[in-house]
T-cell receptor, first 114, second 113 residues
């Protein structure tokens, strides 16, 4: 177990709705990254938060947004859900500036959009 | 240029055999190469990782071989066990102001008893 927790485990939404996913990072980690993993694919980088600000973003539209809180926990918000947003959403925590670059993943939230 | 190509897509190995998964990359800015193991319904778990200044790293039954000039790296699982049956992802790490992992497409490994 990595110590990274995510909630909820599963979620079902309908097209056009909004969703918020939550992540608690591993103790001592100050950086949170979010990834989207479609069925049968590798995870794709969405964005990263450090010191409560987004400091890097992948090829995802602005309707994907996030927050990081002072305790380093994080939220991923997706507006105007589309069918293609159905995926496993993974949160990974890491320590910026550490000698290793390891990202530790949580169990993920399975989002189904109908 | 930020892709990581992984092969094979699936692999069946007999118990006790050697499982070999290969990856290739283009971007020389990648400076850390982890392998992740993922079981169904779970998040990826770090298995082993290597930096490009090392040609081989071994941890237990798992070995990474790294060829910097060819921009290729591979995972070898010795004495494969049924419990190793999972999906394996290679990844490449880039730190350009922010930390980003680029994943391969995954290899589904089945170790038959």
């Amino acid at each position: 177990e990595t110590g990274v927790t995510q909630s909820p485990t599963h979620l079902i939404k309908t097209r056009g709705q909004q969703v918020t996913l939550r992540c608690s990072s591993q103790s001592g980690h100050n950086t949170v990254s979010w990834y989207q993993q479609a069925l049968g694919q590798g995870p794709q980088f969405i964005f990263q938060y450090y010191r409560e600000e987004e400091n890097g973003r992948g090829n995802f539209p602005p309707r994907f947004s996030g927050l990081q809180f002072p305790n380093y926990s994080s939220e991923l918000n997706v507006n105007a859900l589309e069918l293609d947003d159905s995926a496993l959403y993974l949160c990974a925590s890491s320590l910026a500036g550490a000698s290793t670059d390891t990202q530790y993943f949580g169990p993920g939230t399975r989002l189904t959009v109908l | 240029q930020q892709q990581v190509k992984q092969s094979p897509q699936s692999l069946i190995v007999q118990k006790g055999g050697i499982s070999i998964i290969n990856c290739a990359y283009e971007n020389t800015a990648f400076d850390y190469f982890p392998w992740y193991q993922q079981f169904p319904g779970k998040g990826p778990a770090l298995l082993i990782a290597i930096r490009p200044d090392v040609s081989e790293k071994k941890e237990g039954r798992f070995t990474i071989s790294f060829n910097k000039s060819a921009k290729q790296f591979s995972l070898h699982i010795m004495d494969s066990q049924p419990g190793d049956s999972a999906t394996y992802f290679c990844a490449a790490f880039m730190n350009t102001g922010f930390q980003k992992l680029v994943f391969g497409t995954g290899t589904r490994l089945l170790v038959s008893p």
